[in-house]
């Protein structure tokens, strides 16, 4: 049965790039998966430490959805790489959250984002659900290294 996730409230919250677990990236923490994902689109260091430190990953994401500051070039070539390298340093650094990802088995893992046709799984389920990927991706990794 597939496993859906959305809101950091939920069983699976933590599956969720708002979830607060910080990871250490390039040198700097950053509260949220979120916070460094939106910061990775911009070149301008400035910009990228106002999204390192805005306050909530709301926040984080609202910042790395404005146009005020230019994207980077390339951005649409590497997103997908950095999630997975976000999503990665996340269930390597957290333990808990690495078993809970553990626990799901080989089960299909869905971000149920009603908004959101790229990483999830959109409102009528035909998003392509690239977090969902990821993680399952991770958690295929995080398996064979324990073995």
């Not at 990802?101 to 959101?116: H, K, R």
């Amino acid at each position: 049965m597939p496993i859906y996730f959305y809101t950091t409230i939920e069983e699976y919250g933590a599956f969720s790039n708002f979830s607060r677990h910080g990871v250490e990236l390039d040198g700097l923490w950053w509260m949220t998966v979120e916070h460094y994902f939106q910061g990775q689109k911009f070149l301008d260091l400035d910009y990228q430490e106002k999204i390192r430190n805005a306050h909530t990953p709301k926040q984080a994401a609202e910042l790395g959805r404005s146009r005020k500051v230019p994207l980077r070039s390339d951005w649409e070539i590497v997103k997908d790489g950095i999630m997975l390298l976000a999503v990665r340093k996340k269930f390597s650094t957290h333990g808990a959250i690495r078993e809970l990802l553990l626990s799901t088995g080989d089960e299909e893992i869905i971000e149920n984002a009603p908004g959101d046709y790229y990483w999830g799984c959109g409102k009528d389920g035909t998003g392509l659900n690239k977090l969902g990927k990821i993680l399952q991706q991770v958690r295929q990794e995080l398996r064979q290294k324990s073995e």
